[in-house]
T-cell receptor, first 115, second 111 residues
Framework: DTGVSQNPRHKITKRGQNVTFRCDPI?????LYWYRQTLGQGPEFLTYFQNEAQLEKSRLLSDRFSAERPKGSFSTLEIQRTEQGDSAMYLCASSLFRGRGTEAFFGQGTRLTVV | SQKIEQNSEALNIQEGKTATLTCNYT??????LQWYRQDPGRGPVFLLLIRENEKEKRKERLKVTFDTTLKQSLFHITASQPADSATYLC??????????FGTGTRLKVLA
């Protein structure tokens, strides 16, 4: 399978715990995006990387959220001290960026439930 | 404030008819607009891209229009089929090389 892969698919955690999600983009894609989606809403931008550089981070992303993309390959998104409001689907997307308008390929997402 | 609005209510249409979905935006000047399809529990899948200097784009049974004066894009599915039932999302490139998504419209095609 050469699509975007996200792990785990589902995560249930207790409030206050830390969680980490992984995203493996399509090979050779230089752009990687993280989005968050709640029920009935569209994906909400969190952050994106060009290779290993994190170029933009949403103001909505609190200090409890951090993302990395070491060596410009896979990426991790960590949420510290989870809160019930963090419950959502976390989507990763990648693209071979050649300029504006490049399509993004999304993974299946990681569904986080904070209890 | 910046807003991307899509029909919040589900759209039910009869098989074989043309489905028309609307994407309206305010306080954006996108150069590009994309449409995605999303099935329950899955990530969005890219369908079509339209540029600001293009009035219309077609792909098989899909057609997208982009009116930068009205700040609106219309997405049409002709000869709709039950398999077209999904949520459809519009997304704008708002100039910083990332896409901002609308809330999506749920389409249900009735057999």
């Amino acid at each position: 399978d050469t699509g975007v892969s996200q792990n785990p698919r589902h995560k249930i955690t207790k409030r206050g715990q830390n969680v980490t999600f992984r995203c493996d983009p399509i090979s050779e894609h230089n752009r990687l995006y993280w989005y968050r989606q709640t029920l009935g809403q569209g994906p909400e931008f969190l952050t994106y990387f060009q290779n290993e550089a994190q170029l933009e981070k949403s103001r909505l992303l609190s200090d409890r959220f951090s993302a990395e993309r070491p060596k410009g390959s896979f990426s991790t998104l960590e949420i510290q001290r989870t809160e019930q409001g963090d419950s959502a689907m976390y989507l990763c997307a990648s693209s071979l960026f050649r300029g504006r308008g490049t399509e993004a390929f999304f993974g299946q997402g990681t569904r986080l439930t904070v209890v | 404030s910046q807003k991307i609005e899509q029909n919040s209510e589900a759209l039910n249409i009869q098989e074989g008819k043309t489905a028309t979905l609307t994407c309206n935006y305010t306080n954006y000047s996108p150069a590009y607009l994309q449409w995605y399809r999303q099935d329950p529990g899955r990530g969005p899948v890219f369908l079509l891209l339209i540029r600001e200097n293009e009035k219309e784009k077609r792909k098989e049974r899909l057609k997208v229009t982009f009116d930068t004066t009205l700040k609106q894009s219309l997405f049409h599915i002709t000869a709709s089929q039950p398999a077209d039932s999904a949520t459809y999302l519009c997304a704008l490139d708002e100039g910083t090389y990332k896409y901002i998504f609308g809330t999506g419209t749920r389409l249900k095609v009735l057999a």
